[in-house]
Nanobody, 119 residues
């Protein structure tokens, strides 16, 4: 069972940037897909971005053009680069690993990291 640990969250002003990192406890080379979800207070958890081992990506409409997901297999780490942040991006962000069968299915989760964007 892979363990995932997120880092890089924090407080940033609107328009700023943050890069989240997700370190896996084992090699991610063979993991079919990895992604990031977020959950804002009072809202359902939503998929932000997913990345397959083949390099295909999927983004929520609300973050397209602003967020970029990437992975470094040598470091067993997945990243989420977040630019032009908005107050509505405020949420707890969760890294996960899973697989892709037409849609991304997450089966292992990290504990989450808080991102707060001030206006």
């Amino acid at each position: 069972q892979v363990q995932l640990v997120e880092s890089g969250g924090g407080l940033v002003q609107a328009g700023g940037s943050l890069r989240l990192s997700c370190a896996a406890s084992e090699s991610i080379f063979s993991i079919d897909a990895m992604g990031w979800y977020r959950q804002a207070p009072g809202k359902q958890r939503e998929l932000v971005a997913a990345l397959t081992s083949g390099g295909s990506t999927r983004y929520a409409e609300s973050v397209k053009g602003r967020f970029t997901i990437s992975r470094d297999n040598a470091k067993n780490t997945v990243y989420l680069q977040m630019n032009s942040l908005k107050p509505e991006d405020t949420a707890v962000y969760y890294c996960n690993s899973g697989y892709y069968t037409g849609s991304y299915i997450a089966d292992y989760w990290g504990q989450g990291t808080q991102v707060t964007v001030s206006s």
